[in-house]
């Protein structure tokens, strides 16, 4: 058996007894997910008391739904797509709460791109560029600014190693949206991170 | 050969850098990586853009991990403390014939059997009964159909009886205590 069917096999066990209300077992599949989920919503909503509420939601969300679970389905790709949903309604609503307009609107997929709203790092200095915490740093403040359907794409991908399909299903989009998706989010980065990545190499 | 200002066309940079992003990941195919790799090789501004794709990914590949605050899991509980048992409301009646039917199946140590095999087996069963018991009633009867449906009849015996015990709800006793005519719903009727 694979390592990821191992997972899943051993994750479908725990299914199992989670939905004969088996608290201890459902209490195994947060301690499983809670930082993986956890650490995708965080930089979803950039801010650590709503990724915690978002992320407890997720899990309760899921405990409140674990009927509807098909076990052939993995319980990762499940509980991300709970945890994505939440934290696009939690950006809408934060949009129209604060009236921002930075972000993209999310119907555009041509100006979701953001390849023309980039904006120059006025305090850019290349004379202290030398470690490769400051790429992390920077990384960190270029991923906030990502519009948030390129965000989601490139923390699933890159960061929490999901497949284009697992993410396709997440996303609810088509598998050349998911590639477009990513190639766009990684042209973006590339560009505002272009001098700290040359010293990285 | 490095060859800093060869002579390629913009196209062909473009389309290799449409490529770069996918040539990092290791998904194109050979026939691809080939001819990113020919032109990486002679072309600097690509090669440079092909450098800072790795680093990028890198960078993103090892980013702090982050986790759940230390009163996480306190809370989470707390939480699903207030709401309490799912109710059966909220799971479909679907879901509710697919559990019942594997706690079913479990208690008959019958893994195996499908369905229609389950439903072949009470059939059996109801002839068994119709037809009418073996003469002999001493434990060396050994054909098979009779040993099969004593098995069956045991089973049947020790889960009506075991069932009245279990903590959890078992509403399946009672439609196998009663003849085999099942509604839509499983319910038994007389």
Same mark, same amino acid.
């Given at each position: 058996m694979t390592a990821v069917g191992s997972v899943m096999h051993a994750d479908t066990a725990l299914v199992q007894r989670a939905k004969a209300n088996d608290r201890a077992a459902f209490n195994e599949i947060v301690l499983r997910y809670k930082d993986k989920v956890y650490?995708?919503?965080?930089?979803m909503v950039r801010n650590a008391t709503d990724a915690e509420d978002l992320t407890q939601e997720t899990f309760v969300r899921a405990y409140l739904s674990l009927h509807s679970f098909q076990s052939r389905a993995s319980l990762n790709t499940w509980l991300f797509r709970?945890?994505?949903?939440?934290?696009?309604?939690h950006c809408r609503r934060a949009k129209r709460t604060q009236g921002l307009v930075?972000?993209?609107?999310?119907?555009?997929?041509?100006?979701?791109?953001g390849l023309q709203r980039d904006i120059p790092d006025a305090t850019f200095d290349p004379q202290r560029l030398l470690l490769n915490k400051e790429l992390g740093e920077k990384l960190e403040k270029a991923l906030q600014e990502l519009p948030e359907k390129l965000r989601m794409v490139v923390l699933l991908y890159d960061v929490e190693g999901l497949s284009y399909e697992e993410i396709a299903a997440i996303a609810g989009c088509p598998l050349g949206t998911v590639k477009s998706r990513l190639f766009n989010a990684r042209a973006v980065l590339r560009r505002k991170l272009e001098p700290y990545l040359n010293i990285a190499v | 050969?490095?060859?800093?200002?060869?002579?390629?066309?913009?196209?062909?940079?473009?389309?290799?850098?449409?490529? #770069?992003?996918?040539?990092?990941?290791?998904? #194109?195919?050979?026939?691809?990586?080939?001819?990113?790799?020919?032109?990486?090789?002679?072309?600097?501004?690509?090669a440079a853009q092909a450098q800072q794709m790795k680093a990028l990914v890198g960078a993103l590949r090892s980013v702090e991990r982050r986790s759940t605050p230390d009163d996480f899991m306190l809370k989470l509980h707390a939480q699903l403390d207030a709401l309490g048992?799912?109710?059966?409301?909220?799971?479909? #009646?679907?879901?509710?014939?697919?559990?019942?039917?594997l706690a079913l199946r479990n208690v008959l140590s019958l893994r195996r059997v499908s369905l229609v095999g389950a439903g072949l087996a009470a059939v059996g069963l109801l002839l068994f009964f119709v037809v009418g018991r073996p003469t002999s009633t001493s434990s060396s009867n050994t054909t098979n159909g009779t040993n099969t449906a004593a098995h069956l009849q045991q089973a049947l015996e020790r889960h009506v009886a075991t069932a009245a015990g279990d903590p959890l709800d078992d509403?399946?006793?009672?439609?196998?205590?009663?003849? #085999?005519?099942?509604?839509?719903?499983?319910?038994?009727?007389?």
């Open positions: 650490n995708y919503v965080y930089r709970i945890a994505t949903n939440l934290c696009i309604d930075t972000s993209l609107s999310p119907d555009n997929e041509e100006e979701e791109e | 050969m490095n060859r800093p200002f060869a002579n390629w066309d913009n196209r062909d940079c473009e389309r290799i850098q449409g490529l #770069l992003s996918d040539y990092t990941d290791g998904t #194109l195919s050979a026939r691809q990586t080939w001819e990113v790799e020919r032109h990486l090789a002679d072309c600097r501004a690509c048992p799912v109710p059966q409301a909220q799971r479909s #009646l679907l879901a509710r014939w697919r559990d019942e039917w509403p399946t006793a009672e439609r196998l205590a009663a003849p #085999l005519s099942l509604d839509s719903e499983g319910n038994g009727s007389e």
